[in-house]
């Protein structure tokens, strides 16, 4: 049985999308035959899917290496399913596209965090979470600037419908009591239309108002797809740092609490 083409439920290329899917199905089914690419009714060539494949393994990296290429075939490399839940995860929503709850969506700011603190070698972070009005909003920046050691900036610009002030995650590497260090604001989306919807730089504007920043941070957005190619250069300057599913993937470490938030996701699909 061919592997039928996915709906484009992403902004994702037809190419993109497809490697997706065949990501996902090896994950799943272990090995995909070549002959089972539904190529034909498609626009599809083999060879572009197995150079994105390619691509994609040359980003995620010598130590996370989730399938091979071989003669005539796509083969999982992670036979130990229950410890790759996070990539799992990050596959299902890059095929599933759509709005979720916040028990979901909350699981890929842990997967992120995680992640990003791996990468700028620190354990310091604030995932915000911060709730539905002006009051917790406020609280919870005052709660972050003083854990940057920062200075106190305009609370009175903070909009009613701010929520979360549009940034998830706060990961910042300390020097010393004086603040002035790396900050890093991060927007992570499991959202379908993150080339559209999303610009995480313009959200620094925002936040430098509500404190003083000694460094400006930098941002970042966290997406469950791969950027294609072309379209990394623009990205980068909608959004600063991207992190994608094989930057999250290389630089992700276990953590049994977020294994048993997968697990417990996982048992209601």
């Given at each position: 049985?061919?592997?039928?083409?996915?709906?484009?439920?992403?902004?994702?290329?037809?190419?993109?999308?497809?490697?997706?899917?065949?990501?996902?199905?090896?994950?799943?089914?272990?090995?995909?035959?070549?002959?089972?690419?539904?190529?034909?009714?498609?626009?599809?060539?083999?060879?572009?899917?197995?150079?994105?494949?390619k691509r994609r393994l040359n980003l995620y990296g010598d130590s996370f290496l989730p399938y091979e290429i071989r003669k005539d075939s796509i083969a999982s490399l992670l036979p130990d399913k229950e410890?790759?839940?996070?990539?799992?995860?990050?596959?299902?929503y890059a095929l599933q596209g759509g709005s979720f709850p916040v028990n979901v969506t909350n699981i890929f700011e842990q997967i992120t965090d995680n992640s990003l603190k791996n990468y700028f070698g620190t354990t310091n972070s604030t995932i915000t979470s911060i709730g539905q009005n002006t009051a917790?909003?406020?609280?919870?920046?005052?709660?972050?600037?003083?854990?940057?050691?920062?200075?106190?900036?305009?609370?009175?610009?903070?909009?009613?419908?701010?929520?979360?002030?549009g940034i998830d995650i706060v990961t910042y590497k300390p020097l010393d009591d004086r603040g002035n260090q790396i900050v890093c604001?991060?927007?992570?989306?499991?959202?379908?239309?993150?080339?559209?919807?999303?610009?995480?730089?313009?959200k620094l504007n925002y936040w430098t108002d509500y404190i003083l920043f000694k460094v400006c941070p930098i941002t970042c957005l966290s997406i469950v797809h791969v950027v294609d190619e072309a379209e990394f250069y623009q990205a980068s300057r909608n959004n600063g740092l991207i992190f994608d599913r094989t930057r999250i993937m290389k630089y992700f470490t276990s953590d049994n609490t977020l294994k048993a938030s997968l697990e417990a996701w996982h048992a209601t699909l």
């Open positions: 049985m061919s592997l039928t083409f996915p709906s484009l439920v992403s902004s994702d290329t037809k190419v993109s999308s497809y490697c997706n899917y065949i990501e996902y199905s090896a994950f799943c089914d272990g090995d995909i035959l070549f002959d089972e690419f539904d190529t034909d009714d498609n626009g599809l060539q083999i060879a572009d899917i197995v150079g994105e494949l410890n790759y839940l996070h990539y799992f995860y990050c596959l299902y917790n909003l406020r609280g919870s920046i005052d709660s972050i600037r003083i854990a940057l050691k920062e200075v106190k900036g305009n609370y009175d610009v903070i909009a009613p419908q701010a929520k979360d002030g604001l991060t927007d992570a989306t499991i959202g379908k239309n993150w080339k559209t919807s999303k610009s995480v730089i313009t």
